[in-house]
């Protein structure tokens, strides 16, 4: 089995959610995600979505959490991971249109 570790990032998301670095778990793999980071890139406070999606269903990883002006906020990271199976992948979304950045780090395992 390799190991490879990777970064996926986005850039201005907005108000749909959006696959995270357009990445979606490739099969035959499994992915941990070991951080998670969405950053507001405004002038203004914005409430931020995470989700889970299994490729038909999404299940929340944190719900309309507030991230002040120029902050960010850890999702994923430390001793928390999560773990995606084939066809899996993470999704953020924002309340405010073009407003957060994402760093995802993960550990595909092939």
Do not use: C, W
Not at 2 to 21: D, E, H, M
Not at 82 to 106: F, R
């Amino acid at each position: 089995m390799a190991n490879t570790f990777k970064n996926k990032l986005s850039r201005t998301i907005g108000t749909s959610l959006t696959s995270v670095g357009s990445y979606t778990v490739p099969s035959s793999t499994a992915t941990t995600v070991i951080g998670l980071t969405v950053s507001n890139v405004t002038a203004s406070q914005v409430l931020i979505t995470a989700v889970v999606n299994d490729g038909s269903n999404d299940t929340h990883l944190i719900k309309d959490a507030p991230v002040p002006s120029g902050g960010s906020i850890v999702i994923v990271g430390g001793d928390q991971k999560v773990v995606l199976e084939a066809t899996h992948s993470v999704k953020v979304k924002s309340n405010t249109a073009s407003s957060v950045d994402v760093v995802m780090s993960i550990l595909e395992i092939t």
